[in-house]
């Protein structure tokens, strides 16, 4: 039962989904908390014979938003952020029960709140929090008309929700701990759901499309599988964990086991192209590689040391065959291919050894290394000049408060009995949206969701109408997706949102209909037009620039990412790099993130301009990941004085030829120099040592140096540089 899923794809791709649960978690708890929130305030309100259930409403909206909305970085600032999102709501319902018959002053409320929201949060993302909280109490106050003499209820239920929010986060489920070892749960099953296709692909000489892209489909998933758990992973959740593991021990080994799939993928394809798998022996000794890797349950606690033995017999067999192979006159094709699949392999395993090592050895030994940790000065952080430049938070406050504006005014004349959905939609849609280009995609999202949720919800309403027990179950189900979906997919967010709108018109109001959907669906388009339009005209951000922002982040990343593994060879400490090439794996996805909107166009990967930097940046972020995982990770490689000068005008010409690419991405350079790396290859193709001489390949070990420079060279032209070649080398 433990290992269905390596025989099972499918059940291996259900069972890897939602890395670590997260979203179930967070969907869960919020409904859960709302639902709490919701049954106790009615009890209290049924004893009391209380007239309305207006106070179960906001009780069940305070249950919701404490879990939702807390976005701090620790655990003791969410739990003070969860506290004040119910002053928050406390103040907006007093404010809007008080004001409730004095609409341009909640308009003015209304809008200084948005504006407020997004403006503070420059100093805490709490600020942002609370300022929803807000925004949403003032407006179910308005829009349920709640009596400013009943307050005290709606008080009794804020903190019945608030309460229920604290216990549900950091009672029952704070389970860091948990996701931690959920989210590396699935991050194996997938990598050993990958491993199966490979296995598939080796045994079946002629491998179909269709297998192939899922295969793809795989390994991209894999990827972000990857990224997902390192930055899940801390410290103190692995000494609850497993006693003993660092965590740059385990990033490695994650970063390992992610690059062994990728180049596992590209290597057997290019392998089958050159015919290379039609010996039996190279397919019996990859397949044996793959599997005994597999099934090496690496932090499992009954883990049985004979999995990597068999893992550690596999690769010795591997690099037996290659001896064999690069010892012949005549080099077959592909040996290169099969020397670069022996070689991550071989670190997957080594990492592998590391974490048993760590988790066997004595508790004396690990609290001597916790102490020593802790005795390391802690490095000072550089000063940095300060930006003068208009602050992100600052320019979304002003936009909001347009847009803000804006909304209103056009509520007021299309929808004067609900004008205030127009507002809710505008400030939905200008969250996390600081290019036209990411406003664009939202709103379009919501728009295209709300029509489809408005047809399907008016539908559903109209089929359970009179089944209160069974409308309040469907209500409960909806949220609970639309929660779920709301990181997946925005588009099934707004359908799942307006659904939940139509049962709970249908429950609250005695019934729906096609007018009351239509004006809904209305007072979106016009809140996403709104939103876009302030967007591209007042103190617009384009999503040129936006994503030129986030190139110069990772070409800054890649600059001290580079000079670092060139400097490993020079000096006798190796330097951990898995860090750093997450780090750059999670930039290259906010560029991605920002230019979705540009790369959607058809060819717009294969023209030149943004899309053409992106599939060029994409190479050379693939290219920084091999230069890792194809490196020797031992220490003081023995370089000769020759070949360190060589490294030293490297490392010279490629982080200065970054520094020219960033400075004229971002247009402070009109016209600059690059420098071509062609001489410096040459030179050390001709004294490097041969393989018989040593067994430092530096020619192996610098491959992918020389395909990030030429990746720069090809940005760089296309933004006018001068590609400079050294004296002697041929253009």
Same mark, same amino acid.
């Given at each position: 039962?433990?290992?269905?899923?390596?025989?099972?794809?499918?059940?291996?791709?259900?069972?890897?989904?939602?890395?670590?649960?997260?979203?179930?978690?967070?969907?869960?708890?919020?409904?859960?908390?709302?639902?709490?929130?919701?049954?106790?305030?009615?009890?209290?309100?049924?004893?009391?014979?209380?007239?309305?259930?207006?106070?179960?409403?906001?009780?069940?909206?305070?249950?919701?938003?404490?879990?939702?909305?807390?976005?701090?970085?620790?655990?003791?600032?969410?739990?003070?952020?969860?506290?004040?999102?119910?002053?928050?709501?406390?103040?907006?319902?007093?404010?809007?029960?008080?004001?409730?018959?004095?609409?341009?002053?909640?308009?003015?409320?209304?809008?200084?709140?948005?504006?407020?929201?997004?403006?503070?949060?420059?100093?805490?993302?709490?600020?942002?929090?609370?300022?929803?909280?807000?925004?949403?109490?003032?407006?179910?106050?308005?829009?349920?008309?709640?009596?400013?003499?009943?307050?005290?209820?709606?008080?009794?239920?804020?903190?019945?929700?608030?309460?229920?929010?604290?216990?549900?986060?950091?009672?029952?489920?704070?389970?860091?701990?948990?996701?931690?070892?959920?989210?590396?749960?699935?991050?194996?099953?997938?990598?050993?759901?990958?491993?199966?296709?490979?296995?598939?692909?080796?045994?079946?000489?002629?491998?179909?499309?269709?297998?192939?892209?899922?295969?793809?489909?795989?390994?991209?998933?894999?990827?972000?599988?990857?990224?997902?758990?390192?930055?899940?992973?801390?410290?103190?959740?692995?000494?609850?964990?497993?006693?003993?593991?660092?965590?740059?021990?385990?990033?490695?080994?994650?970063?390992?086991?992610?690059?062994?799939?990728?180049?596992?993928?590209?290597?057997?394809? +290019?392998?089958? @192209?050159?015919? =290379?798998? &039609?010996?039996? *022996?190279?397919?019996?000794?990859?397949?044996?590689?793959? %599997? $005994? !890797?597999?099934?090496?349950?690496?932090?499992?606690?009954?883990?049985?040391?004979?999995?990597?033995?068999?893992?550690?017999?596999?690769?010795?067999?591997?690099?037996?065959?290659?001896?064999?192979?690069?010892?012949?006159?005549?080099?077959?094709?592909?040996?290169?291919?099969?020397?670069?699949?022996?070689?991550?392999?071989?670190?997957?395993?080594?990492?592998?050894?590391?974490?048993?090592?760590?988790?066997?050895?004595?508790?004396?030994?690990? +609290?001597?290394? @916790?102490?020593? =940790?802790? &005795?390391?000065? *802690?490095?000072?952080?550089?000063?940095?000049?300060?930006? %003068? $430049? !208009?602050?992100?938070?600052?320019?979304?406050?002003?936009?909001?408060?347009?847009?803000?504006?804006?909304?209103?005014?056009?509520?007021?004349?299309?929808?004067?009995?609900?004008?205030?959905?127009?507002?809710?939609?505008?400030?939905?849609?200008?969250?996390?949206?600081?290019?036209?280009?990411?406003?664009?995609?939202?709103?379009?999202?919501?728009?295209?969701?709300?029509?489809?949720?408005?047809?399907?919800?008016?539908?559903?309403?109209?089929?359970?109408?009179?089944?209160?027990?069974?409308?309040?179950?469907?209500?409960?189900?909806?949220?609970?997706?639309?929660?779920?979906?709301?990181?997946?997919?925005?588009?099934?967010?707004?359908?799942?949102?307006?659904?939940?709108?139509?049962?709970?018109?249908?429950?609250?109001?005695?019934?729906?209909?096609?007018?009351?959907?239509?004006?809904?669906?209305?007072?979106?388009?016009?809140?996403?037009?709104?939103?876009?339009?302030?967007?591209?005209?007042?103190?617009?951000?384009?999503?040129?620039?936006?994503?030129?922002?986030?190139?110069?982040?990772?070409?800054?990343?890649?600059?001290?990412?580079?000079?670092?593994?060139?400097?490993?060879?020079?000096?006798?400490?190796?330097?951990?790099?898995?860090?750093?090439?997450?780090?750059?794996?999670?930039?290259?996805?906010?560029?991605?993130?920002?230019?979705?909107?540009?790369?959607?166009?058809?060819?717009?990967?294969?023209?030149?301009?943004?899309?053409?930097?992106?599939?060029?940046?994409?190479?050379?972020?693939?290219?920084?990941?091999?230069?890792?995982?194809?490196?020797?990770?031992?220490?003081?490689?023995?370089?000769?004085?020759?070949?360190?000068?060589?490294?030293?005008?490297?490392?010279?010409?490629?982080?200065?030829?970054?520094?020219?690419?960033?400075?004229?991405?971002?247009?402070?350079?009109?016209?600059?120099?690059?420098?071509?790396?062609?001489?410096?290859?040459?030179?050390?193709?001709?004294?490097?040592?041969?393989?018989?001489?040593?067994?430092?390949?530096?020619?192996?070990?610098?491959?992918?140096?020389?395909?990030?420079?030429?990746?720069?060279?090809?940005?760089?032209?296309?933004?006018?540089?001068?590609?400079?070649?050294?004296?002697?080398?041929?253009?």
């Amino acid at each position: 039962m433990k290992h269905l899923h390596r025989q099972h794809v499918w059940l291996g791709r259900f069972l890897a989904s939602d890395p670590g649960r997260k979203r179930f978690q967070q969907a869960g708890k919020a409904t859960i908390s709302l639902i709490s929130a919701v049954f106790t305030t009615l009890f209290l309100l049924n004893i009391w014979d209380y007239p309305t259930i207006t106070p179960a409403i906001v009780a069940g909206l305070v249950g919701m938003l404490g879990v939702m909305i807390v976005m701090d970085d620790t655990e003791a600032k969410k739990k003070v952020t969860t506290i004040l999102i119910g002053v928050s709501v406390t103040l907006g319902i007093t404010i809007g029960s008080l004001l409730a018959h004095h609409s341009l002053l909640v308009n003015g409320m209304m809008v200084l709140v948005i504006f407020s929201a997004f403006y503070f949060s420059r100093f805490a993302i709490r600020y942002f929090s609370m300022g929803m909280a807000g925004f949403m109490a003032i407006y179910m106050s308005f829009i349920l008309q709640l009596d400013a003499a009943h307050l005290m209820w709606f008080y009794i239920g804020i903190v019945i929700g608030a309460v229920y929010a604290y216990v549900y986060s950091f009672v029952l489920f704070r389970g860091s701990v948990h996701v931690l070892r959920r989210s590396m749960r699935s991050f194996h099953i997938q990598s050993n759901l990958t491993f199966t296709i490979l296995i598939k692909m080796i045994e079946d000489p002629g491998t179909s499309g269709k297998r192939r892209k899922i295969l793809y489909r795989n390994v991209n998933r894999l990827n972000d599988y990857a990224r997902i758990v390192s930055s899940e992973i801390n410290d103190e959740d692995l000494k609850k964990l497993w006693p003993g593991i660092e965590s740059s021990q385990l990033r490695l080994y994650v970063f390992d086991t992610e690059m062994l799939v990728q180049t596992l993928t590209e290597s057997l394809r +290019k392998l089958k @192209e050159l015919d =290379a798998l &039609e010996s039996i *022996e190279v397919r019996r000794l990859l397949i044996w590689v793959i %599997r $005994s !890797l597999r099934d090496a349950d690496v932090l499992a606690h009954n883990y049985e040391p004979h999995n990597l033995e068999e893992a550690e017999k596999a690769i010795q067999g591997l690099r037996m065959l290659l001896t064999e192979l690069l010892n012949q006159e005549d080099k077959p094709k592909g040996v290169y291919l099969l020397r670069r699949i022996e070689s991550i392999a071989n670190h997957v395993l080594e990492a592998a050894l590391t974490i048993q090592e760590s988790l066997k050895a004595p508790r004396s030994e690990m +609290k001597a290394a @916790e102490e020593a =940790a802790e &005795e390391k000065p *802690e490095e000072k952080e550089e000063e940095t000049d300060k930006d %003068r $430049s !208009l602050k992100p938070q600052t320019r979304k406050g002003i936009q909001a408060l347009v847009a803000g504006t804006l909304a209103i005014i056009v509520g007021e004349i299309i929808s004067p009995t609900q004008p205030y959905w127009v507002l809710l939609t505008t400030f939905i849609i200008q969250i996390g949206t600081e290019s036209v280009g990411r406003t664009y995609m939202k709103g379009f999202q919501r728009s295209v969701g709300t029509v489809i949720g408005a047809i399907i919800g008016f539908g559903a309403a109209r089929l359970v109408s009179g089944q209160s027990e069974l409308e309040v179950f469907l209500l409960f189900l909806v949220l609970f997706l639309a929660l779920y979906l709301f990181s997946v997919s925005y588009t099934m967010m707004s359908l799942f949102i307006t659904m939940l709108i139509a049962l709970m018109y249908d429950l609250l109001l005695g019934g729906i209909s096609v007018q009351l959907m239509g004006a809904r669906v209305l007072d979106t388009i016009a809140g996403a037009v709104i939103a876009l339009s302030v967007s591209a005209f007042v103190l617009p951000k384009k999503t040129r620039d936006k994503v030129g922002d986030s190139l110069d982040e990772f070409f800054d990343e890649l600059e001290s990412y580079v000079s670092s593994y060139l400097k490993s060879f020079m000096k006798s400490e190796s330097t951990p790099l898995a860090d750093q090439a997450f780090d750059l794996d999670q930039k290259l996805q906010a560029v991605r993130d920002e230019a979705a909107s540009i790369l959607q166009r058809p060819g717009a990967l294969t023209r030149s301009g943004i899309g053409r930097w992106i599939t060029v940046t994409t190479a050379i972020n693939y290219y920084a990941k091999h230069l890792l995982a194809s490196s020797n990770r031992k220490a003081d490689p023995k370089v000769t004085e020759q070949i360190t000068a060589i490294l030293e005008e490297t490392e010279k010409k490629l982080t200065g030829n970054i520094e020219t690419l960033r400075a004229m991405l971002k247009g402070t350079e009109s016209k600059g120099q690059l420098m071509s790396l062609n001489g410096e290859r040459a030179a050390i193709e001709k004294i490097a040592p041969s393989r018989l001489q040593s067994q430092f390949d530096i020619i192996h070990h610098l491959y992918y140096v020389w395909r990030i420079n030429q990746s720069i060279l090809a940005i760089g032209k296309d933004v006018g540089a001068e590609v400079i070649e050294a004296k002697g080398e041929n253009g």
